[in-house]
């Protein structure tokens, strides 16, 4: 059991990669996730603190070291969120099939309108884009766009 296999070929095209948390950040769970056939070890930085990503990051290249092995190391970073306006009831329930506006104009959201923090999202979001609201639970689809107005039209595909 505790015996590592050979060294992989370094010119394999497929990355396997595996992430790196409180259930494997351990030496002998390292060895064996590298000796499995991961070729990429993934850092979620939406998580733990710098003090824990750097002792991860030394322990990963020491083992890949150890075993002769080349393992890259993915840092994985959320990306920007973007924030809905305020809204004048406070809250809203979107079923699925609502249409749905988002825009950056600084405008009170109600049931069929929100303003979004990010300026230019009319002209970075494509058409047929899914856009998530409220971490993922609120799924949408963009189905159009109003240019001028700043406006991105939407379809609710999973209400929320």
Partial sequence: ????????????????????????QDADTLRALIGAGATTLRLNFSHGDQENHRKN?????????????????????????????????????????????????KIPGTQTESSVTYEPLVEEVPTGATILLDDGKVEMKVIGKEIAQRNLICEVVVGG
């Fill in 1 to 24: 059991m505790g015996k590592v296999p050979p060294a992989r070929p370094a010119l394999r095209r497929t990355k396997i990669v595996a992430t790196i948390g409180p259930a494997t």
């Fill in 57 to 105: 990051i030394q322990l990963i290249r020491q083992i890949s070291f150890e075993l002769q092995q080349p393992v890259g190391i993915l840092q994985d970073l959320q990306g920007p969120k973007i924030r809905l306006g305020r809204f004048e009831t406070g809250s809203i329930q979107l079923v699925k099939g609502d249409k749905f506006i988002l825009t950056s104009r």
